[in-house]
């Protein structure tokens, strides 16, 4: 994305500032982000998890009083979790696993979003997805215990991400989460989203959203492949993610497909995407 690739001599990304310290606010904010970028794979391999690295920094800029971001980065080092608030000058790394972790099992996700309410508590929580993905396709292995060694296709329905475990080929070959452990991930930490953004392929269909309806308000998503530099996080941070209206994200991503000054990015390849209420899908069904 043009944003991110014109401050990269300027921002830091969060893995090569000086951690700062970071202390608990004493009351809730309005509202908290985690973007969890499972990229051990290869949008990692390629560096698109550096460069929206590099746009959500100087995106956090906007953050106002009350607003918060928190980042997850699993690509071949040990994943880390970052925080940015109002007024933060670079982000303050809240954990840094220890070893290796497989960021397309339900229980990473759901550790995630428990530091997410513990270290950034707010009024309302959204959740922004990065990765690969597979809509309603079958995932080719959710061995989320054995990740680097891919199983024969398990035939279970609906997948996000893939983790190519920890040798490091940062390949398209590895574990898989479905789309029903997301659900348990966000409904056992104890949250409510407003919104769930999938920032990658194929994910706004019925029966992906029928399996997200009650742990979220709204899906922001695609049912088409979309760029492989993805959103504009730069702009996202300014115009979508924290907006009161949920399809403000939508809007300025098909924005920023279209405005001339980013085809470097993203050139003919389009975007097909939408916001929809879940509220309404028992109905449908």
Avoid at 119 to 142: F, I, N, Q, V
Avoid at 244 to 263: K, N
Wanted: net charge negative; aromatic share 8%.
């Amino acid at each position: 994305m043009c944003a991110a690739a014109c401050h990269k001599e300027e921002a830091e990304t969060p893995d090569s500032a000086t951690p700062i310290p970071f202390a608990v606010p004493a009351a809730p904010g309005q509202r908290t982000v985690l973007v969890y970028m499972a990229a051990q794979n290869s949008l990692g391999h390629d560096d698109f998890h550096r460069d929206d690295s590099l746009e959500i920094v100087k995106g956090a800029e906007a953050l106002k009083e009350g607003q918060s971001l928190m980042l997850f980065i699993d690509d071949k080092a040990a994943p880390r979790l970052y925080a940015l608030r109002a007024g933060d000058e670079q982000p303050a790394l809240v954990k840094r696993w220890a070893e290796d972790a497989n960021s397309t099992a339900a229980a990473t996700l759901a550790a995630a979003l428990e530091l997410m309410k513990t270290y950034c508590p707010a009024e309302e929580y959204g959740l922004a997805m990065w990765s690969h993905a597979d809509g309603w396709l079958p995932p080719t292995s959710t061995d989320y215990g054995g990740y680097g060694s891919p199983l024969a296709t398990t035939h279970r329905p609906l997948s996000f991400g893939i983790d190519s475990g920890p040798d490091g080929n940062m390949s398209n070959t590895g574990a898989e989460m479905a789309v029903d452990d997301i659900a348990r991930a966000v409904h056992g930490a104890g949250l409510h989203l407003r919104y769930i953004f999938m920032d990658c392929c194929l994910m706004q269909t019925l029966e992906t959203a029928y399996a997200l309806r009650q742990v979220c308000d709204y899906i922001t998503a695609s049912p088409a492949p979309i760029p492989g530099s993805g959103a504009n996080y730069e702009h996202q941070l300014r115009n979508g993610l924290l907006a009161d209206d949920p399809t403000a994200m939508a809007r300025t991503y098909l924005a920023d497909v279209q405005d001339e000054a980013q085809q470097t990015h993203y050139g003919d390849f389009g975007l097909v995407i939408s916001c929809l209420r879940t509220d309404r899908l028992d109905a449908l069904a």
